[in-house]
């Protein structure tokens, strides 16, 4: 298994009964793949692992977030495509923390509203999706 599976595979392990991942496995996990080179490739498997586990906490934004967030809109791709798969509380975050900063504010607003309907996401992430609508309709 190579670096980002052995990380993502540790990341996955570590989720506990309470489904959050431990803070300090992630750090570790996250730090090796980064030293090992990786980049924009590893964008892709480390959001499926948070697709996995929709509800799970990764952290605020936690190790995974700030690794991906280091190819500013580059990633953005990625993360529409993870958010018409399978919405997470992680990535409905992520994309509002998209729409604040700005770019491609009406598309990304739009896709919210989606997930805050879709029936086929979980609970807490519909919530959270309205709650996100919400607090962007109250700045336009």
Not at 118 to 133: F, I, L, M
Request: overall charge negative.
């Amino acid at each position: 298994m190579d670096i980002l599976g052995q990380a993502i595979a540790d990341i996955e392990t570590s989720i506990d009964a309470d489904d959050e991942a431990d803070t300090g496995v992630m750090y570790e996990s996250m730090d090796a793949v980064a030293s090992a080179g990786y980049k924009l490739e590893a964008v892709k498997p480390l959001l499926q692992l948070i697709e996995r586990h929709p509800t799970a906490y990764f952290g605020d934004p936690g190790a995974i977030v700030h690794f991906i967030e280091q190819f500013g809109t580059e990633y953005e791709a990625y993360l529409v495509e993870s958010l018409k798969r399978t919405p997470t509380v992680t990535t409905v975050w992520m994309l509002n923390r998209c729409i604040n900063a700005g770019a491609h504010r009406e598309a990304l607003l739009e896709l919210m509203r989606e997930i805050a309907d879709r029936t086929d996401a979980e609970g807490e992430v519909r919530n959270r999706a309205q709650e996100y609508v919400a607090y962007q309709e109250g700045r336009l």
